[in-house]
C-alpha cells in the first residue's frame, strides 16, 4: 500500500516537473518573440511617404504605355477591383489589390487585362498610373463611352502597422489603357477606403466608406458628385429632416435611370456589453458592469437616391438636385443577413453571389457561416429571386416513327433556321447604302450571336453544375450576359484564404459553371502567436486529463480549392472593403413605379402584368422580339411622343434597335419567373409550347411537325 502510494506521489511529481519545465520554454520563447517584434517593427521606422515616392520613381521609368501578354493569371488578391471594359466586350479589366501572407503584406498598383477569346492576360504599364492600392473603388463613366473613374483606397507598410488612405481621383481610358490624374478644382472628397461609386448621366456618384485610424474605424456617410463635364465635385447640403443612409461600407450601389441605389452594408456601431468572468454559463448573475463596444452591424435596408439635373440653360457649375428615398426592406431578401455579398449589375438587376454572416459568441471567438448562392435582385419590383445552375437540355429520344419524324423535322428546322440568317448576313453584307432596308436591321439585332461565335475559347475548361466555393467579397463583372466570379476570402479557424481563381457563368442559360482558372494553396506563414494558442490548448487537455489529441487534418480546409491562406490578424478588416464594384453596362429604360414610400415590402413572384408583351417558356430574346416586334415598335413611338419626340426623326433602323432594346430589357426583367415554368413544364414532360398562331399555321396542321428547339 505505501509502495503504491508513493509511486503515485513520484509520478505526480515528475508530471509537475515536466510542466514547470514546458512553461519555462514558453516563457522564453514569448520574449524572444516580442524582442523580434520589437526588433522589426515598422510602426515607427517605415516612411510611407517615402515608400510611396519609391514607387513613383519606380513608374516614372516606363517611357510608354505597353501591354503585355503573360505567361500566367495575376497574382492572388483581395480588395482588388474588376470590371467589363466599357469599349471593348471582349475584354475585363482588373486592377490594385493586396494579398497578406500572414507576416507580411503586398500591395499591388497593376493593371491587367484578360482577353476572353483568347483566354489571355495582359499586363499594361504606364509612367502614369495610380500607386499601390486596396480597397478603392471604381465604375465606367456613364455619358463618356470609354471612360472609367477611380477614387480612393489604402497602403500599409509591410507588416501592417502603419495605414495610408488616398483621395486621389483618376480616369483610365479603357480604349488606350492611358491614365489621367484629375485634380478639379474646389472642395473634394476627403480619404477613405471601402467606398462605392456608381454612373448616372454625366455624374459620378460615391458614397460611404471608412476611414482607419491608429485608434478606431470611423464610417463614413457622406455623398458626392462629380460633373464629368465641368470637373467639378458638389457635396449635396440635404434636408436634416430627410432621411439618408446611416454611414457605412461594403454595400451595393447600382445605376438607375434616375440615380443610383443602394442596399445592404456593413459597419460597427456602439453598443454595451456586461464586464465579468462567465463561469460556465452557471450562475452568471445580472446587473454586473457594463462597457461601451462597438458591435458589427451588418444593413438590410434599402434606399434610392434620385438625382435631377439642372435646367439647359443653368450656369454650367449649378449643381443637380438629389434626394434620398427610403424603400422597402426587398422582397425575399437572402437569409440568413449576411456580409461581404458582392453585387453586379445587369439588365436591371443586381446579381449576387456569395457572404458571411458571424454569430459572435464571445470577444475572443467568432463563429462564421459562409455561402456560395446566387441571387437576382430585381431592382424595380424590389424582389430577390434565387439562381440556380441548370444542365443543358438535351433533347429526348422519341419513340416510334412519330417521334422519330420529330426529331427529324425538328434538326431539319434548326438547320433552316441557320441557313435563313446567314443568308440574311449575306444580303445586309451585299446591300448598297440605299438598299439595305430590313435586312440591316435585323444585321443589327443579328450582331451578338455572330460575335458569339468567333468568341470560342482556345482551351476546354471544366464545367461544374456547382457554383464556386463559398466565399465573401468576390469580385464580380457581367460582360456579355456573362458574369465573372475572381478571387474572395474564407476562413476557417484562425486562417485567412485568398481564393486564387476566375470563373464564369452564363446568365441567359445558367448551365453550369466555367472554370477559366483555378490554382491552388501556395505559401503561407503562421505566426508564433499561432504556436503559442497550440501550446496553451496542449496544456488545457493535460490538465483536464483528457486523452484526445487535435485532428491532423480538418476536412473542411482540403475542400478549399485555390486559395492562398494566411493567419486572419486582421480581424476581418477586409470584409469592409473589397466588395465589387457597382459595373453597368446598360441602364433601365422601363418607367421607375417603386421608389414611392408606400411600396410594398413583398411583392407578388409572379410575373407582373403591366400590359407589355411577355416572353414564353424557352423563347430565345431574338424570338421573342420576332414574336412581338411590331408591338414594341408601337410601344416606343408612344413613349417617344409622351417625350414630344416624333419617331418619324428617326430612321427605321434606329426604330428597330430602340424597340429590341425595350424588348430585351422586359425578357431580362421576367427571366427568372420563365425559369421556374421552364422546370416545371420540364418535369411533366412538357418540352416546350408552341402557338400554331404565331407559326402561320393552322389547326389541321397540328400532327405535321416537331417542335423548334430554342
Not at 462564421?368 to 429571386?385: D, G, H, K, V
Not at 436591321?441 to 453544375?465: F, H, R, Y
Not at 409572379?606 to 415598335?633: A, C, I, K, M, Y
Request: charged share 30%; hydrophobic share 30%.
Amino acid at each position: 500500500m505505501a509502495k503504491e502510494k508513493k509511486s503515485k506521489t513520484d509520478s505526480k511529481k515528475a508530471k509537475l516537473a515536466e510542466k514547470k519545465q514546458k512553461q519555462e520554454k514558453k516563457a522564453e520563447k514569448k520574449a524572444k518573440v516580442k524582442a523580434k517584434q520589437n526588433e522589426g517593427s515598422d510602426v515607427e521606422d517605415v516612411d510611407l511617404d517615402a515608400v510611396l515616392e519609391e514607387y513613383r520613381k519606380q513608374q516614372e521609368q516606363f517611357n510608354k504605355i505597353t501591354e503585355t501578354v503573360v505567361d500566367s493569371p495575376p497574382r492572388a488578391r483581395a480588395a482588388s477591383t474588376l470590371l467589363a471594359s466599357p469599349s471593348n466586350s471582349n475584354q475585363l479589366l482588373l486592377f490594385g489589390g493586396e494579398y497578406f501572407n500572414g507576416a507580411l503584406a503586398t500591395f499591388f498598383n497593376d493593371l491587367m487585362v484578360y482577353y476572353i477569346d483568347r483566354d489571355e492576360w495582359r499586363c499594361v504599364t504606364s509612367p502614369n498610373a495610380p500607386l499601390p492600392r486596396s480597397g478603392h473603388a471604381w465604375c465606367r463613366g456613364g455619358n463618356l463611352g470609354s471612360s472609367v473613374y477611380l477614387f480612393g483606397g489604402e497602403f500599409s507598410s509591410p507588416k501592417q502597422g502603419t495605414f495610408y488612405h488616398y483621395n486621389d481621383f483618376w480616369r483610365l481610358d479603357s480604349s488606350t489603357k492611358e491614365w489621367e490624374r484629375l485634380e478639379p478644382k474646389g472642395k473634394t472628397p476627403p480619404a477613405r477606403s471601402g467606398h462605392r461609386m456608381t454612373y448616372f448621366k454625366q455624374y459620378i456618384i460615391l458614397f460611404g466608406g471608412f476611414q482607419d485610424t491608429a485608434n478606431q474605424t470611423r464610417y463614413l456617410g457622406d455623398l458626392w458628385i462629380y460633373d464629368t463635364r465641368n470637373h467639378l465635385w458638389f457635396s449635396p447640403t440635404l434636408p436634416p429632416a430627410q432621411l439618408k443612409p446611416d454611414a457605412r461600407s461594403s454595400f451595393t450601389l447600382l445605376p438607375h435611370e434616375q440615380g443610383a441605389v443602394l442596399y445592404g452594408g456593413y459597419s460597427r456601431v456602439k453598443g454595451t456589453t456586461a464586464v465579468g468572468k462567465q463561469q460556465g454559463g452557471k450562475g452568471g448573475g445580472s446587473g454586473g458592469a457594463q462597457r461601451n463596444v462597438l458591435k458589427p452591424m451588418v444593413h438590410q435596408d434599402c434606399f434610392f437616391l434620385r438625382i435631377t439635373s439642372p435646367a439647359a440653360d443653368a450656369p454650367p457649375n449649378t449643381p443637380p438636385v438629389v434626394r434620398w428615398e427610403r424603400r422597402k426592406k426587398p422582397a425575399n431578401a437572402p437569409t440568413p443577413t449576411r456580409a461581404g455579398a458582392t453585387m453586379a449589375y445587369h439588365k436591371g438587376r443586381g446579381i449576387m453571389f456569395g457572404g458571411v454572416h458571424d454569430v459572435e459568441e464571445s470577444e475572443e471567438g467568432m463563429e462564421s457561416e459562409f455561402f456560395n448562392e446566387l441571387f437576382a435582385w430585381n431592382i424595380e419590383r424590389n424582389r430577390f429571386f434565387p439562381l440556380a445552375l441548370r444542365k443543358p437540355r438535351a433533347q429526348k429520344k422519341n419513340a416510334g416513327a412519330g417521334g422519330e419524324q420529330r426529331e427529324r423535322v425538328g434538326r431539319r428546322g434548326r438547320a433552316a433556321a441557320n441557313e435563313e440568317e446567314l443568308l440574311k448576313q449575306l444580303a445586309a453584307l451585299n446591300a448598297g447604302a440605299g438598299g439595305g432596308g430590313d435586312y440591316d436591321d435585323e444585321m443589327e439585332i443579328d450582331k451578338p450571336a455572330a460575335e458569339e461565335e468567333e468568341k470560342k475559347p482556345v482551351k476546354e475548361m471544366p464545367v461544374s453544375m456547382e457554383p464556386p466555393h463559398m466565399r465573401f467579397n468576390a469580385q464580380l463583372a457581367v460582360q456579355d450576359d456573362v458574369l465573372y466570379i475572381y478571387g474572395g476570402t474564407y476562413e476557417k479557424g484562425d486562417r485567412e484564404f485568398t481564393f486564387d481563381d476566375l470563373y464564369a457563368i452564363d446568365l441567359g442559360k445558367m448551365d453550369g459553371c466555367k472554370e477559366i482558372f483555378s490554382r491552388p494553396v501556395e505559401d503561407w506563414i503562421a505566426s508564433d502567436d499561432e504556436d503559442d494558442e497550440d501550446d496553451d490548448e496542449e496544456d488545457d487537455y493535460e490538465d483536464e486529463d483528457e486523452e484526445m489529441e487535435d485532428e491532423e487534418a480538418d476536412p473542411e480546409m482540403e475542400d478549399v480549392k485555390g486559395g492562398k491562406y494566411t493567419p486572419s490578424k486582421r480581424k476581418k478588416k477586409v470584409d469592409e472593403m473589397s466588395e465589387a464594384p457597382s459595373t453597368s453596362y446598360t441602364v433601365s429604360t422601363a418607367p421607375s413605379s417603386v421608389f414611392d414610400d408606400d411600396a410594398t415590402e413583398a411583392s407578388v413572384a409572379s410575373p407582373v402584368d403591366d400590359g407589355l408583351p411577355h416572353p414564353r417558356p424557352f423563347e430565345s430574346r431574338r424570338d421573342f422580339f420576332q414574336r412581338t416586334s411590331n408591338e414594341w415598335q408601337e410601344i416606343l413611338m408612344t413613349n417617344l411622343r409622351w417625350k414630344n419626340i416624333q419617331p418619324e426623326s428617326l430612321t427605321v433602323k434606329e426604330i428597330k434597335t430602340k424597340a429590341f432594346e425595350l424588348s430585351e430589357e422586359k425578357w431580362w426583367d421576367c427571366r427568372e419567373e420563365i425559369t421556374a415554368l421552364e422546370d416545371e413544364q420540364e418535369a411533366a414532360g412538357i418540352g416546350e409550347v408552341v402557338s400554331l398562331a404565331d407559326r402561320g399555321e393552322g389547326t389541321s396542321g397540328a400532327g405535321h411537325g416537331g417542335p423548334r428547339r430554342r
